[in-house]
Every structure is written in structure tokens, then in C-alpha cells.
């Protein structure tokens, strides 16, 4: 069995002598002499292709033997890419071989019971290896590309349903950006169904800058979100206010464990492509906040409102908000000390020190 350095040092050794005989076939001029290539050259040369030809084959046939996954696709990738004129059959046969073992091993890791700390890597590796085929099966092949780019986003949909934490969500469902952003972006709008993502805010950040169309339409379903959905909590609303303001920082307060005097300040960095907010944006984060906010207070006990850290997560967007506020005068400031106002007995009944929050 060949290591895998020599693999790819062959590999590389190939496709130079295939695409310099191609183009010696191409390009060659006639001997002045003679007027026309000599028997021996054209015999030397087409030895010189059958043997590459041949090697090509002979890795194509036997790709398992490279046992890292992405110098495996990397290597199938570009053989099939170069032999692909030859042996069109071998060529896709070793594609889609390859993409639909990895894509079966990538499978059998989401539904895995007994999951490992390697397993993850794994997966991101498996990940990697697929669209590298899919790449180079598009280049020549749309039609089995588009096919087996929908088995893939079928997986992603599989596993988006089976993990739990949100954050993990986002992550599967971006690990298909490349593939097909759309779909992607599908995904989340089925994810943010069910809460808001800790990664929500750069993800909107870094989708703005690839498709602003898909990152605002996105924006404005989590609004929608946020004003209709009971399950959307304080928290929801401070991390979709982040994306709104172009904040460079996400901020939320949380009480430290069994003490309701004391809180710290939770932060994450974000890279906002601007720090000029969009002025219809903020009308209507404003708009949706009012009708979550309002809702909230009509019935306390959806999405546990009245619990201690959703009360300090609102009273500190409130402010927050209230601050904002005075640069674009969307709401009445009455409007803010109402909220204020009806925020102190629901602290106050959860065992909150609302002079605290004031500190």
C-alpha cells in the first residue's frame, strides 16, 4: 500500500504529464524537415499518456488505500478530473463511489448513540471531503452533481432535526453555505422556529455580506418570530437587537447561581460588516420588541417571563433600548418608563432587588 505522501506526489506527477502531453498533442508544430511528427515521437508520447492513463486508473480503482479523508477526495477529485476524457465511466463511477461512502460515514456519525470526542472531526472532515467532489463533479457532470448535492442537503436536514442544542443547528445548517446557500439559509428559518441561536447575530453578519437580500429576509423572520412565537424568550430578543444595531459586541446579563443580588455580564465579540445601523431595520426591531414585550405582560408564565433571568434580561434590553432610542425617536418615552414601571412588581415577586437593577 502506497503512503499517502506518495499518493499525492503521484498524483501531482500525473496530471503534469497528462496535461503536458495534451498539450504537446495540441500545440506541437511540424518538423521543418519533414514536415510532420516523427512515428518514434508520436509512439513516445502516446506510451507516455497509456501509462499515465493507466496510474490514473489504478488510483481510482483502489482509493480506499489513502486512509486520510481529505487527502482521499482531493486525490479522487483530481484524477477524475484529468482521466475524465478517457474514461468518462470510471471517472463518475469513482466520484459518486467515493462521495456516497463518505456521505454514508457521515450518516452513521449524526445517528451515532454512542458518540465520541473524535467524532466531531471527524464529521468536519467527511464534510470538507464532500464538497471537494462535488466541486469537481459539477466541473463536468451538473446533472449527477445537482443529484448528489441534494442527498447531501437531505443529510444536513436530517441532522439539524436530531441535534438539540441550537447552536450545533446553526453550525450543521451553515456547513452548507457552499453547497447551496439557499437551502442553507432554509435551514435556519426552520431552526430560529424554535429560539434564537447564541451564533445568530454573526451568522447574520457573515451571511450580509455574501447575500444581504437572504441575510435581511432572514432578519425580518426572526422578527416575526419574536413578535408571534411564545417560545421566544428575553434573551431571543437581546441577540436579534445585536444584528439590528450593528453592535460590535453582544451583552446579556445573567444572575450568578442561587444569588439574586448578584449578576455578571455575559459578552461575545462580534464582526459587524458596519457600525451604521439601517434605519428601517431599527423601525422594525422596535415594532416587534413592542408587540413581545406587550405579549409577555399579558401572560407572564409563556417562555417563563417571569422568571429571575428573563426579568433582568428584559429590564436590561429595556434600557438598552430606551437608550437607543433617543438617536430615533421611534417610540414615545412614556412608552419606556411604562415598561419600566411594570417590570419592578414582577421583580420584585421573583425575589429581585429592583433598586439593584438599577445600580
Excluded: C, H
Aim: aromatic content about 10%; overall charge positive; charged content about 25%.
Amino acid at each position: 500500500m502506497l503512503s499517502i505522501q506518495k499518493l499525492v506526489g503521484l498524483m501531482f506527477v500525473i496530471s503534469l504529464v497528462v496535461a503536458s502531453v495534451l498539450t504537446s498533442f495540441s500545440q506541437q508544430k511540424p518538423n521543418v524537415k519533414s514536415n510532420k511528427i516523427s512515428d518514434e515521437e508520436k509512439q513516445k508520447q502516446k506510451f507516455i499518456t497509456d501509462q499515465a492513463i493507466l496510474s490514473l486508473k489504478d488510483i481510482l480503482l483502489n482509493p480506499k488505500s489513502i486512509n486520510d479523508i481529505e487527502q482521499r477526495a482531493y486525490v479522487v477529485a483530481d484524477a477524475s478530473t484529468t482521466l475524465w476524457k478517457y474514461d468518462r465511466t470510471l471517472a463518475l463511477d469513482s466520484i459518486l463511489t467515493t462521495a456516497n461512502n463518505f456521505i454514508s460515514d457521515y450518516d452513521s456519525l449524526v445517528n451515532s448513540l454512542n458518540k465520541t470526542d473524535g467524532d466531531a472531526n471527524k464529521k468536519s472532515k467527511l464534510n470538507y471531503a464532500i464538497k471537494i467532489l462535488l466541486r469537481a463533479l459539477a466541473k463536468n457532470d451538473l446533472k449527477s452533481a445537482e443529484k448528489l448535492q441534494k442527498k447531501f442537503l437531505k443529510l444536513k436536514e436530517d441532522e439539524v432535526s436530531v441535534e438539540d442544542d441550537l447552536d450545533e443547528k446553526l453550525k450543521v445548517a451553515k456547513e452548507g453555505e457552499d453547497v447551496d446557500i439557499q437551502q442553507s439559509v432554509n435551514l435556519v428559518s426552520k431552526i430560529i422556529e424554535f429560539g434564537i441561536p447564541g451564533l445568530f447575530p454573526q451568522y447574520l453578519f457573515d451571511l450580509k455580506k455574501k447575500n444581504p437580500v437572504l441575510a435581511d429576509n432572514l432578519y425580518r423572520q426572526a422578527l416575526f418570530n419574536l413578535s408571534a412565537k411564545p417560545i421566544y424568550k428575553p434573551r431571543d430578543a437581546i441577540l436579534i437587537s445585536s444584528y439590528a444595531f450593528n453592535e460590535p459586541v453582544f451583552l446579556s446579563p445573567r444572575f450568578e447561581e442561587n444569588k439574586l443580588d448578584k449578576f455578571f455580564i455575559f459578552n461575545t465579540p462580534l464582526n459587524s460588516p458596519s457600525r451604521t445601523a439601517s434605519k428601517s431595520s431599527v423601525a422594525a426591531y422596535f415594532s416587534a420588541y413592542q408587540s413581545f414585550f406587550n405579549s409577555r405582560l399579558q401572560s407572564q408564565a409563556i417562555g417563563n417571563f417571569n422568571a429571575p433571568d428573563n426579568l433582568l434580561q428584559a429590564y436590561f434590553l429595556n434600557k438598552k433600548l430606551k437608550a437607543y432610542d433617543r438617536l430615533y425617536n421611534f417610540v414615545n418615552q412614556n412608552s419606556w418608563v411604562n415598561f419600566e414601571n411594570n417590570l419592578i412588581p414582577l421583580a420584585r415577586n421573583a425575589g429581585i432587588n429592583s433598586q439593584r437593577l438599577n445600580d
